[in-house]
């Protein structure tokens, strides 16, 4: 799977929207963009993922550039409960069946009142 | 509620034990999944299984061991010979698909003293 670069950490003020940026400029054809964020000592949640289209659903919007080098997960309407570390995965489609994530150190985003 | 259980929250051993975590799914998923993260770091593969009665290592399977003999239950082993077992455990399970998504359990919290 391909390497992912994220900034270690962004503020946002709440009621704005949040933007995270992510680099995967080795990406290849078959891979997709995952993200999912984890809230301090629980379990990671799915947020959205994408392979080449701009993908929108209840949680945040996925934009991926037209060379699919980098994508931005935007939370419209940041909450204080949306101050979590994101992971931005890419990831496979390996046909065979269901494997493992790799995770980096993810962004951890604080959302300020 | 549907869901991933695993228990207990916290768990304290003393050095040279063995240690059984527990992780229960009823989402009727095929595979599971077994993680460790460190303060600070991304989550790192252990052990994952497709199917019951079949599991593969994942990047850091040194030190522990699993069994799937049922397909709601993937119990995780954390042997003495594991050099560093304090640590945050976390399961997940997902679809046998190649890109389901995988749904974590809340972890368990290991300290070894």
């Known amino acids: 799977d391909a390497k992912t670069t994220q900034p270690p950490s962004m503020d946002c003020a709440e009621g704005r929207a949040a933007n995270l940026p992510c680099n995967h400029s080795?990406?290849?054809?078959?891979?997709?963009v995952y993200w999912y964020r984890q809230i301090h000592s629980q379990g990671p949640q799915y947020i959205i993922h994408?392979?080449?289209n701009n993908e929108t659903n209840e949680m945040a919007s996925l934009i991926i550039t037209e060379d699919r080098k980098s994508s931005t997960l935007i939370l419209p309407h940041a909450t204080l409960r949306d101050t979590a570390v994101y992971y931005c995965?890419?990831?496979?489609?390996?046909?065979?069946?269901?494997?493992?994530?790799?995770f980096g150190k993810g962004t951890h985003l604080i959302i300020q009142p | 509620d549907g869901g991933i259980t695993q228990s207990p929250k916290y768990l304290f051993r003393k050095e040279g034990q063995n240690v059984t975590l527990s992780c229960e799914q009823n989402?009727?998923?095929?595979?599971m999944y077994w993680y460790r993260q460190d303060p600070g770091q991304g989550l790192r593969l252990i052990y994952y299984?497709?199917?019951?009665?079949?599991?593969q290592k994942g990047d850091i399977a040194e030190g522990y061991s699993v069994s799937r003999e049922k397909k709601e239950s993937f119990p995780l082993t954390v042997t003495s010979a594991q050099k560093n077992p304090t640590a945050f455990y976390l399961c997940?399970?997902?679809?046998?698909?190649?890109?389901?998504?995988?749904?974590f359990g809340p972890g368990t919290r290991l300290t070894v003293t």
């Open positions: 994408g392979l080449k």
């Open positions: 299984s497709q199917i019951v009665n079949d599991f």
């Open positions: 995965i890419v990831r496979s489609y390996s046909g065979g069946g269901a494997d493992g994530l790799t």
């Open positions: 989402l009727n998923h095929d595979a």
């Open positions: 080795t990406i290849s054809g078959n891979e997709y």
């Open positions: 997940a399970s997902s679809g046998r698909q190649g890109l389901s998504e995988q749904y």
